[in-house]
């Protein structure tokens, strides 16, 4: 099989995937080299609210910016981990980049920069993540679970969550309704 690399793309699912979980999701990959992939379904929320995880942890929000941002269920892996998808890159403890400008922190550092109004300028926070082992994203591709496209930031970081997965499939040129779970041959 030819080899891919979709850091820095988004997955699409498709209407015929059959995991619950990844029904009409719209997930970014962070990682994706030929140990797996791992990446943040980006528009899952929960009703948890950042300020109430900030405050849950311990932390107090000396300001509002990011105070109603929901956070979001990255995906069924660690459940219990958060996880700060962000730009700029920055230099914090534990951060995996995706690109020159988009990062991955799993480190508190980066919660309590946000709590005291020095976070990143752009971010969402998740709990969990979603990954795959060594070749299950490509046999996941080989069989129609996924479209994929590379990613934009202004779709991460300046739309609803609501609005993600629409934009993103805006960007193949497609409407989500006229996807078919069906897989066929021409």
Known sequence: MQSINLTDHFL???????DSFFARTLTYICEHSERGALGLVVN??????????LLQLGMFPKGTASSNLP?????PVQIDSGFVLHEPVGSWKFTLSSNESIGLTSSADILQAVADCEGPKRML????????AAG?????????????????????FELSSEERLPAA???LGIDFCNLSSEVGHA
């Open 12 to 18: 699409i699912a498709m209407p015929g995937l059959e």
């Open 44 to 53: 899952r929320p929960t009703d948890l609210s950042v300020e109430n995880l």
């Open 125 to 132: 926070i998740a709990l969990g993540y979603s990954g795959w």
């Open 71 to 75: 956070v979001l269920l990255g995906g």
């Open 169 to 171: 499939m805006k960007l």
């Open 136 to 156: 299950q994203l490509e046999q996941e591709l080989a069989q129609n679970a996924w479209l994929t496209v590379p990613a934009e930031s202004q779709i991460l």
